[in-house]
């Protein structure tokens, strides 16, 4: 890198280049567990979202605190949104046809 793109950032701390930035809590999404009925919340990295070809083929997934449940269910479009944009990972599924 040159000199001089370099001596914009000379002299800057991290204290000054981050005090704009504002803290963000971790996003939860609230889950129910269909074979215990426990409630309860879970982060982004408990969930996992799987992208099929039609609506029948997209859902996500979690695995219940409770009872340990692996539960599967469906997500719509909406669903879809909320999940990928609060970091939920998500995976794309291929058509076999």
């Known amino acids: 890198m040159s000199r ?3 001596s914009g950032t000379q002299g800057m701390s991290v204290t000054s280049a ?3 930035m504002t803290r963000v809590d971790p996003v939860v999404f609230k889950a129910a567990c269909p074979d215990c009925r ?3 919340e879970l982060s982004a990295n408990a969930l996992r979202l799987a992208i099929g070809a039609t609506p029948k083929t997209t ?3 979690f695995t219940c605190p409770e009872c340990e449940a692996a539960v599967r269910k469906p997500a719509g479009e ?4 909320l999940l990928t944009g609060g970091g939920v990972r998500s995976l794309r599924l291929h058509s076999t046809v």
């Open 59 to 61: 859902f996500y997934s």
């Open 18 to 20: 981050s005090s704009g």
């Open 4 to 6: 001089s793109a370099m």
């Open 78 to 81: 909406r669903i879809v949104e």
């Open 38 to 40: 426990a409630h309860f």
